[in-house]
């Protein structure tokens, strides 16, 4: 009898710890699921405020990017807005005919003796140069394709190169430039592209028509005129296309 109640005791005893084992696991898991629901509402809680904060209408512009030059926002502050302005376009003399303050205007690294000037064009007419010596042709030079045209015996810079000894480096220009005249009777004013010709302060001189022109000035040119440099025997008539006809 008393082996059977001890028996009956130990089963007895068995059962509740099981209970208690059940019962304690049941309180982890139970545990479990509070705290993962509990973080997974804070995380709801979270993208919530974050969700707020974006339709919120006031924004902050301190990481705000900024877009351009750094150089453009070196003088910002709270009141003022410094515009940098666009570079804008040069219309100046480059290339060929490039000036400079120091050295003046410059070709293939020759200073040259003479700059364009502002009113200087190419001509709409088709002017030429008939090269004469001892009353016979031998050249026909075609200057009508640009504004001007630099006679010389440098070969670097000169459009038209004269060898002759007594012609100088930079001997002469042909420049074509826009001028206007005013017709008094009929109260008008008309403008035309006209050639001239200008003496680089050379060491012999230029002519037109046998006589010798002022250097460093501007002289109109003329159907026909009889022009030479130098004490070369070579003479240059100026004519266009239309003067054989006339």
Known sequence: MEEGSRESRKRSRNRSRSRERISYSTIQRSREKKTYRSSEGGKGDERRERGHRTRSPERSTEARPRWGKKE???????????????????????????EDEDTG???????????????????????RLYVFKQEKQIE??????QSAY????DSRVADIVALHPSISSQHAVIQFRLRERRDAKKNKVSREIRPYLMDLESRNGTMIN?????????VELRERDLINFGTSTRDYVLLHEGSRSS
């Open 72 to 98: 453009e926002y070196e003088n910002l502050d709270d009141s003022k807005t410094t515009v940098v302005e666009k570079e804008k376009a040069n219309f100046g003399l480059s290339g060929a005919l490039m």
């Open 105 to 127: 205007a410059t070709l293939n690294g020759v200073k040259l003796k003479w700059s364009e000037p502002p009113e200087g064009r190419k001509p709409s007419s088709r002017w």
């Open 140 to 145: 026909t030079l075609h200057i009508h394709r």
């Open 210 to 218: 046998k006589q010798k022109i002022e250097t460093a000035r501007y």
């Open 150 to 153: 630099l006679i010389g015996r």
